[in-house]
């Protein structure tokens, strides 16, 4: 009876049957059309070509709303003492003052300014080009799709003639009747698919063709205006001779003076490629001689590379995995064949990369007069992008275990060390999670009873950083290894558990409704994720924290009360939260709105919205579940509602357990998010 009532439930409920998908948003394979590979590679393209042309049009339009319609020609007069302005406003309700100081922080005329655009006419040919880029990419997109049929109909070719069919009427798989314009694009896509020239290392010659180009770009454009050079000057034929002679030393002599001025050829030089590794006195960015050689390197390395991989494999005809020990493995084999193995390696990749990229474009900016603001927000945003792609290489770690991995001495080797890896990194979080707490909370009592003498403060080795630093740092750790520990654990456990031995027939998520809906709470891969981002999110607030406010003290020349306050929670609360929000809440008042009055009510509504996801994040709620089915099931028996809904398919039922986790980590990230921005914003400028 019950069962009944729950297929019942399933069928007829709209939040029921929505939410359920989402939970196997990446198992692809499960998806609908996609049964093969080949399939699955063609969509996988198909994506990314897409995403990329999304990326061009989102630039198009930040080039064109902040770059164009700004005060670019203005600001690139004197760019230290003159504010970006972001876009025009032409609401009389707004005075002087905010219309002068709606600033841009996003960084977009550092980055042109930077890379040689000399006017609003070079931007909008800009503009136009990346839109012209997002639709060349549209199309390539549907020739991934014809790729796609070309392939699909040799196949059915090859079934005719195993059947008995008239193999005749196809040509590389390709339809005798088919439509002229299609026809030559399919042969030429066969023509080049048994050719042999695939991907598999002419990637590798594409990106390093292109950072050759990007620097080509630098040093034949951006690097004669920033010397105040005219854009139709070419360098000296002795130049370009010493590049392809090999005479590095010769471009990198007569390097730009201390007192150069970006833009002036005042104290210019003429060095190319340099390899200087320090700050432009004047910028406080990065040489762009020494940006151009490490594209050119870098282009290089990644073109010899990838022929030298193909020379290797043509030479040997084995891969190193087929030549290693590990030759036959199932796990070899399984990691292979996984498209899931693969994309989590990369997010994986991806993720250091760009919390290293977060990390060093603070320390060694790239870009010319790049203000302290825009700075903090750039790692901020590096962090966030770091945080997610680092979630999402574990998850499809977790797909990976439930669908791909195969053997079960394979099985049994990686699950028989779950027990030990799941311990250390508990014994780990609450060991970290004990003691700092631990120091904070004493610091904090005995800061309350007028004692500060009897602060914990313990002294790192390290002479620059204080027991702040220290404090702070343990706290990340403890975020860092608590997500991992959730994430790890679920999907180590994926496969089966105690509790469920047979979870692996259940895919990636099932229902993890709790008890009043037939389910066990917290035991799926869906779960997990939920609760890792939830402190995911939790670890990059403490990260950023520390990162603005020790920069903040370091730019205001206070950190003496960074040092003094940072050792117990109170102080952060109340000398950097409490102390940086004041301008910001007094952005909208009784007399008047100020520059931050937007800022100041995208501060408030955030928190109300991050406040309001904690009440969906709690998982005891089946008394809250219950009482509003009640509630709905009544009121559907009134007569005005009972003829909006005359049927029982389109009957709403209050949000389960996983489902209200999903509504509540939304609500907790985007508050979070658009609080945090707020806040910076509020704080620095």
Known sequence: MYQYHTSVLDSRCATNRYFQVLGNIHDVESYQGVDNILNLTAQIFLSHWAHIALIFMWLSGTLFHIGWSGNYDLWKQNPIKTIPIAHAIFDPHFGSPVIENTQAYSGVYNVIYTLGFVNVSSIYVAVICSECLAGSFLILAGLHLIYLDSHVQYQYQYQCQCMGGNPMEWVFGVKVHYSLVKTPIRLLLACFDISGARLNFHIGVMIGRLS?????????????ISRGIDQSYRFPYSKLLAFYEGALAALSFDMDKDNHIWG???????????????????????????????????????????????????????????????????????????????????????????????????????????????????YVHHQYIASLLMVASLTHIAVFLVRDLTGTVVVGLVLSTKAQLISHLSWTCLYLGFHTLG?????????????????ILIEPFDSSLSTGDLLVQHAVALGLHLSALILFKGALDARNSKLMPDKINFALSFACDGPTRGGTCDISVWDSVYLALFWVLNTDAWLMFYFHWKNLSLFENTAFQFAESSNYLNGW????????????????????????????????????????????????RGYWQELIDVMLLMHLKTPILYDIWTSNIYTPVALSIVQARLIGLVHFSVGFIFTYAAFVLGATS
């Open 573 to 620: 609360f109340r000398d950097y939260l409490w102390f940086n929000s004041a301008s910001l809440l007094n952005g909208y008042n009784a007399f008047r709105a100020n520059d931050l009055s937007c800022v100041a009510w995208i501060f408030l509504a955030a928190h109300l919205c991050w406040a309001t996801g904690f009440m969906f994040l709690i998982s005891w």
């Open 264 to 378: 002036s050829n005042y104290g210019s030089g003429q060095a190319l490629l340099t390899f200087f590794c320090g700050l432009k006195p004047d910028s406080m960015s990065l040489y762009l001689s020494d940006i151009a050689h490490h594209h050119l390197a870098l282009g290089i390395l990644l073109v010899l590379s990838a022929h030298i991989y193909s020379s290797v494999y043509k030479g040997l005809g084995h891969y190193i995995r087929d030549i290693s020990f590990l030759n036959g493995s199932s796990l070899i084999s399984s990691c292979h064949s996984s498209m899931h193995f693969a994309l989590a390696m990369a997010c994986a990749a991806l993720a250091i990369v760009t919390s290293a990229v977060a990390q060093g474009i603070y320390i060694c900016l790239p870009y010319a007069y790049l203000s302290y603001i825009t700075m903090v927000s750039l």
């Open 212 to 224: 050759i180009a990007w620097a080509g770009h630098l040093v034949h454009h951006s690097l004669p």
């Open 439 to 455: 120091v904070y909370i004493h610091n904090d009592t005995v800061v309350a009873f007028g004692e500060s003498h009897k602060q």
